[in-house]
């Protein structure tokens, strides 16, 4: 008998065995859950679908509208400067029947001036302002002289030219063709798209891409010399100048490759921000353009000046008022037809102009400007470029062409018909004096050239419609100059926009760079280095880094269940590459693999091992590998039998090595805390040599350019073992790292799950945390703690000096241990912000962990996260001159923000007590001196409790005292309630108290998905006392404490109470044990293991440290805790103590409080005396220092609140993808493409999923939700079988095999049954395409050897083990193959 027969013949066997007996045939299918990650996305996602197309819509008409709006207002503000020529006024309003005309006088014209000149300045104003808070609020490299004078060079021909275009030729020519030069300014970018851009943009160009960008650049010069030959005026017939230093700004952008002027690109790339060069260089190109302004328009330079104020007041017009026409009239009964002229009288008065005319433009032209490029930026952000950024913009010109003529003829036609819209004094200057004339004259100026020029601009500008920018990128990496030209606002807009991402074009950021003089080699080497990097290094590496100890069979259940659904949509994406994309991938595609590193894995007791080498697996294990089947039962509701693990032993213990549903791998490493260093610090260096030092760095066939762009798009998702979260949280981060190149960590927002009152209190603690404190470190500067239990860590960023390295540094004192060991995520962090990594938050990922649900262990834990926390923000602030040097979102501003919240942290406790005084007196009426001792007793027992008893009395007497507490602050809320309606809300601290209230609900507000976290605000609010005091003081004088305080159950085991000596009590080694009888053996690669063993010897050895140095370090603890408790109390009750004092003396120290004063009416009878006097309300300094310290911090973090709530909507709705709309007319074959590719992963995802249990199992059922396969309606009443019948049809059907995704994909797709498609968002277009492009994967399928292709998952070479084997047992023979091996 073969080995295959053998091995068929043992699964069928087992089959039968495995049926269970009809009296335990009933079912537990999984419920859909509401809660945790598992929680409805759909009507969120149907409320973004709503709100993004919204957004199209609203985005697309404000850029058309405001782009058109500041055009033309800038055309009539600079038609209006204009002196020689006199304007015809409406005589309608003024009463009179002749013609009126207005004389421009020299303080109209001043006005109007100033406005272009305040106009202009407006964004750089902007500009400046932005520059001013990134170099205040964070650090940029400083530009080097040669860049600064590059830079400021070309931003002043751009200026001289604007200014020329400004005051010399729009004030001469029409409004038409002042609207149709805005398409000419287009003439660098087009000479240089033919030269570096066609080529650059269209990798096969041919002749005709090359006629064209000739026919662009020719078009744009044609208006050089057109309009000044047909003019006799000096201004137009220079035209050519302005345009041509107007066109200078955007040079760069078109400027990508070319060799002769790669140097030039180099040294203006030398610093990513431009911002300290713009910090000056922006007022200089103020006082340029204004210079310019007042030289050109030819006015006493000092007028400007002295009539400044005068010039935006009303003035006086004059005005000349003829009562007759001149004109020539026959002269009646004459014989030769002679005529004479009519006389007419001319009379001269005077007009009051109107002030607000200019002011209301003024405003209108920037605030038009500043909408435009403001929404302009969030469609590019959020990915709706195409719509409702180039579409808009490219329309913008044709439409302000034709409404500016459509104005300036109907005021030529009627002179009263724009009266309401502007002051009659006023013009925009038309091209005829009707529709006849106009005709004439557009002939005469060859103004049917301009669609030629605007088609120009459309060809010079097509990048717009291609964008290739990462979702949500910043402005850096969307535009060339950081903000825009107000006066031409859509063409900035179109020539500023990026054709290429930063890093796809210019050199990399963290390169070296050369010489000036080896600049051709450096664009040699670095085209080099470009050819040998691959695509495949590109695409993003997710490794998942899961810490587990001892969690429960629920927190591993969550943690498992979001791995397979990773699992599945990893799965998903790649089977849309390979059978659905042609072998593209999505741009949110990524490799997946899974490793867990398992803490004190072994039973290492030696009553229960008898083999050292082969110890037994403690119960946690066990557990997990217990718990994987059941936690693919819940995501796909049937009973999956995933593969037994490859059992492999190691110089670390073990490892378990499972192949999930989905093809990826799955590593449980078992540590043995006997071979190496156990607790989450040491398993995280564990992790990083291994992923990155071995796997990356030590692989030899690559090149070091290439291990670089690996590093850079490798990304090690760091898991706590109770994570719960879904694919798309995951997304989202990956999309943060690849917008952002220093971003070297990104958390998400946790939510706490659990039950009781202390999960209660956690939600809204957790809930205040990430919505101001996280949020405002976000925008301000950087986070300082992104939390192991779910955050991303770029590869890169790790592998930086003194990162990695430093990690490693075995804890010799006690400040140290406290630092590294009881707060390693934190400390981590802080490694990272010393080397200039950035770390972010991104709230739209969600992710929920199980929370400590009793009172002991929610303090043991923060005993832990307190001392750490003050310790590495300690150690930022004591380092902070270099942190700033280094890391370019941290500056000292922010610096000082955290001062200043670690000095509300040391004396929280102090500031609680007072509080607690003050609250006590004003609520049951008793003096200061009895509630500040009701206060007092109760702290001096809990801080002689935590300095003699042990913990477990002082966590009672913790309890007891918050308890006491609560019931107190629940009274001191009903009395602050009582004294506002006393008081009023105006008072102090019912205003402080408001307004607090006030910011929290709103913030709630902004974040609906949370607001429910609002009602446990009542648990957190008399708990404050508890966790600002209490907790405080447990923490310090427990510093001494390293243990880890949650978890600290002791293993189980299988044991009883049997002697030691009894050979029955062994338990069996690992890898004989019953649940890893049907694992194969594998071994590791020589090279790997000699990797384990010097990495175990360099950093892992287990620390064994003698009685004498265990006793030393416990004495140094102790003697760090008696320090900083000495130091911690002495503060507090300083400041408790001056406060105190100086509350004592109120009646003398205080201030009158101007608000809401009440007055009092009294009446003296002895003396008949009527008083009336006003009551001021008091309060003390000591008060109104609070007020601004702690008011003044919450204004910081409500501010930046919303501009990150912005961010986060952003960001989620450029990850919204509208499928509503079916083009079904005449699609183009390019837009069926794109509709197909962009739904190949759900339709990969819908026939890869198994059927739900009790669904049938004929490949022709409804297996897949939506998308099933057709069939007969023969069996349409078996969908209201009754249970127990279904249960015998479920128990005697052959059942089908579902636990490989690949091929569940495979048996529909390659099947030949038709599969319905009506319910996927295709158009009928895309429906045929995907038929074809399934008909010809049919074919291959058929014509390759072996049958059916099964692709595995796409692996990069350095990060998958080289020549691993692994080791079966058949038939008593051994059997070694490879570990890649498909199912």
């Known amino acids: 008998m073969s080995a295959d027969y053998e091995s068929d013949y043992f699964m069928r066997s087992r089959k039968v065995r495995d049926k269970p007996p009809l009296w335990d045939s009933f079912q537990d299918p999984p419920a859909k859950r509401t809660s945790g990650s598992d929680a409805d996305w759909k009507k969120l996602q149907f409320f973004m679908k709503v709100f993004k197309l919204f957004a199209y819509i609203v985005v697309f008409g404000v850029v058309l509208a405001s782009s058109v709006a500041a055009k033309l207002v800038y055309l009539y503000m600079a038609g209006n400067t204009n002196g020689a020529s006199k304007v015809q006024m409406c005589s309608k309003y003024l009463l009179l029947d002749g013609q009126v005309m207005a004389m421009r006088s020299k303080l109209e014209q001043i006005a109007w001036v100033w406005a272009l000149i305040f106009a202009f300045a407006a964004p750089e104003l902007f500009t400046f302002l932005r520059a001013l808070r990134i170099c205040m609020f964070k650090r940029e490299q400083r530009p080097s002289g040669l860049e600064v004078a590059l830079v400021t060079l070309f931003e002043l021909l751009h200026v001289v030219g604007l200014a020329l275009l400004t005051f010399t030729v729009l004030p001469q020519l029409d409004v038409t063709r002042g609207a149709m030069l805005g398409c000419c300014v287009c003439f660098v970018p087009s000479l240089l798209n033919l030269l570096t851009g066609t080529r650059l943009q269209w990798k096969s160009a041919d002749m005709i891409v090359y006629a064209l960008s000739i026919l662009a650049m020719i078009s744009q010069a044609t208006v050089f010399f057109i309009w000044p030959a047909m003019s006799a005026q000096l201004e137009v017939q220079l035209l050519a100048i302005p345009l041509l230093l107007v066109s200078f700004r955007w040079w760069e952008n078109y400027a990508n490759t070319n060799e002769s002027i790669a140097y030039i690109i180099r040294t203006i790339r030398f610093t990513r921000s431009r911002y300290h060069t713009y910090l000056y260089l922006a007022p200089l190109k103020i006082i340029v353009f204004g210079l310019m302004g007042f030289l050109l328009h030819g006015q006493n330079f000092t007028e400007y000046f002295t009539l400044f104020l005068k010039a935006w007041q009303t003035h006086s017009l004059r005005l000349t008022y003829s009562d007759g026409v001149k004109d020539a009239v026959n002269l009646a009964g004459t014989i030769n037809g002679s005529s004479f002229i009519k006389p007419t009288t001319s009379t001269q008065f005077s007009l009051q102009s109107n002030p607000n005319a200019v002011i209301y433009a003024l405003i209108l032209q920037v605030g038009a400007a500043y909408l435009c490029h403001i929404f302009g930026k969030f469609a590019c952000k959020i990915k709706i470029q195409n719509f409702s950024y180039a579409l808009p913009l490219s329309l913008a010109t044709p439409v302000t062409v034709c409404v500016a003529t459509l104005l300036s003829q109907m005021r030529a036609a009627d002179l009263c018909s724009l009266h309401g819209l502007m002051p009659d004094y006023l013009t925009l200057q038309p091209l005829g004096r009707d529709l006849q004339h106009l005709g004439t004259l557009s002939l005469d100026y060859a103004l049917w050239l301009w669609p030629l020029w605007w088609l120009a601009q459309l060809w010079t500008c097509q990048h717009i419609w291609r964008p290739r920018n990462d979702k949500n990128a910043p402005t850096e990496k969307l535009y060339v100059c950081p903000w825009y030209c107000g006066l031409l606002v859509d063409q900035c807009s179109m020539m500023n926009r990026r054709i290429l991402d930063w890093t796809d074009e210019y050199l990399a950021f963290k390169s070296d760079l050369t010489a000036p003089g080896d600049a051709k080699m450096d664009m040699a080497a670095d085209m080099n280095a470009s050819r040998d990097i691959q695509e495949k290094d590109k695409i993003p590496q997710l490794i998942v880094c899961a810490t587990m100890w001892h969690e429960t069979e629920e927190e591993m259940m969550e943690f498992l269940k979001s791995i397979v659904r990773l699992d599945e949509d990893q799965c998903a994406r790649r089977m849309a590459k390979t059978h659905l994309n042609g072998g593209k991938a999505d741009d949110e595609y990524y490799e997946l693999e899974t490793n867990i590193f398992f803490d004190d894995a072994f039973v290492l007791d030696e009553r229960h091992c008898q083999n050292k080498r082969n110890p037994p697996l403690n119960e946690y294990v066990k557990t997990l590998i217990r718990t994987i089947d059941k936690a693919a039962f819940e995501i796909y509701g049937v009973n999956i039998k995933i593969k037994p693990p490859l059992k492999i032993e190691t110089p670390y213990g073990g490892r378990l090595v499972w192949t999930l549903p989905g093809r990826t791998k799955m590593v449980a490493h078992l540590k043995n805390k006997d071979k190496i260093r156990h607790k989450k610090r040491w398993s995280q260096v564990m992790y990083m040599y291994y992923l990155l030092g071995f796997r990356i760095m030590e692989t030899e066939q690559l090149s070091a350019r290439r291990k670089a762009v690996i590093a850079e798009n490798t990304f090690l998702l760091a898991l706590d073992g109770d994570i719960d979260f879904q694919p798309r949280a995951v997304q989202l981060l990956i999309d943060r790292m690849k917008a952002i190149d220093e971003l070297g960590a990104a958390c998400g927002r946790i939510h706490p799950v659990g039950r009781g009152p202390m999960v209660w209190y956690q939600k809204f603690e957790y809930a205040i945390g990430h ?613």
């Open 771 to 1383: 919505w101001l404190q996280k949020a405002t470190e976000h925008v301000i500067g950087c986070v300082l703690c992104s939390p192991g239990c779910f955050s991303l860590f770029r590869a890169s960023a790790l592998m930086e000096n003194s990162v990695m390295k430093r990690y490693t540094l075995v804890s010799s004192e006690a400040m140290k241990m406290v630092q590294y060991d009881q707060g390693e995520d934190r400390w981590l962090c802080t490694l990272l912000l010393k080397q200039g990594s950035r770390v972010e938050y991104c709230a739209a990922s969600d992710a929920f962990t199980h929370s400590p649900e009793y009172f002991n262990e929610f303090y043991n834990q923060r005993r832990r996260w307190v001392p750490s926390t003050i310790a590495n923000i300690f150690d930022i602030l004591a380092d902070a001159s270099t942190v700033v040097k280094k890391n370019n979102s941290i500056s000292t501003l922010y610096i000082m923000y955290q001062a200043m919240l670690m000095i509300g942290t040391v004396l929280g406790p102090g500031t609680i007590f007072l509080m607690m005084v003050g609250a006590l007196v004003a609520v049951f009426n008793i003096n200061i001196w009895t509630a500040f001792l009701w206060n007092f007793f109760p702290i001096l027992i809990f801080i002689l409790s935590c300095v003699y008893l042990k913990q477990k009395f002082q966590l009672l007497i913790a309890f007891v005292i918050s308890a006491i507490y609560c019931l107190v602050m629940m009274a001191v809320l009903i009395g602050i309630i009582v004294q506002m309606l006393e008081d009023g809300p105006l008072a102090p601290a019912s205003l402080f108290f408001l307004l607090v209230a006030v910011q929290i609900t709103i913030s709630g507000l902004m974040h609906p998905q949370e607001f429910l976290a609002l009602l446990c605000g009542v648990i957190y609010y008399i708990t404050i006392p508890s966790m600002y005091m209490l907790l405080m003081i447990y923490s310090v004088f427990n510093m001494n404490d390293v243990s880890w305080g949650t978890r600290e159950a002791p293993v189980l085991r299988d044991d009883g109470e049997e002697s030691s000596k009894d050979p029955d009590n062994y338990l069996p080694g690992w890898l004989s044990d019953s649940l890893l009888i049907d694992s194969e053996l594998g071994e590791i690669t020589l090279v790997e293991q000699r990797f384990w063993k010097d990495l175990i010897k360099q950093y892992l050895k287990p620390l064994e440290l003698s009685k004498e140095q265990k006793q030393t370090m416990a004495d140094d603890l102790k003697e760090l805790r008696n320090m900083i408790a000495f130091a911690f109390v002495m503060v507090n009750a300083i400041f408790v103590l001056i406060v105190f004092l100086l509350q004592l003396k109120k009646d003398y120290l205080h201030l009158k409080w101007p608000i809401d004063p009440t007055d009092y009416v009294s009446f003296d009878r002895d003396n008949l005396q009527v008083s009336i006097y006003r009551q001021y309300k008091e309060l003390d300094p000591i008060g109104l220092c609070f007020v601004i310290f702690f008011g003044f911090i919450l204004v910081i973090q409500f501010i930046a609140m919303f501009f990150h709530r912005f961010a986060t909507m952003s960001q989620l709705l450029a990850t919204i993808q509208l499928d509503w709309f079916r083009s079904n007319g005449q699609l183009s074959d390019e837009d069926a493409v794109l509709e197909l590719n962009g739904s190949a992963v759900h339709i990969a995802r819908r026939l890869q999923r198994p059927k739900r249990l009790f669904d049938d199992d004929d490949a022709d059922s409804h297996h897949y939700d939506e998308l099933e396969v057709e069939q007969d309606n023969h069996r349409e009443s078996m969908a209201r079988r009754q249970t127990i019948f279904r249960l015998h049809e479920t128990r005697n059907k052959q059942q089908s095999d579902y636990s490989d995704l690949v091929r569940n994909f495979e048996r529909l797709f390659f099947s030949e049954d038709e599969l319905n498609m009506k319910n996927l968002p295709l158009s009928r277009k895309s429906i045929k395409l995907f038929q074809e492009r399934r008909s010809v994967a049919k074919t291959n399928a058929a014509a390759t050897p072996g049958g059916t292709p099964t692709p595995k998952a796409g692996t990069r070479p350095p990060l998958v083990p080289l020549l691993t084997k692994k080791v079966s047992f058949i038939s008593n023979n051994m059997q070694i193959y490879d570990n890649e091996s498909q199912y």
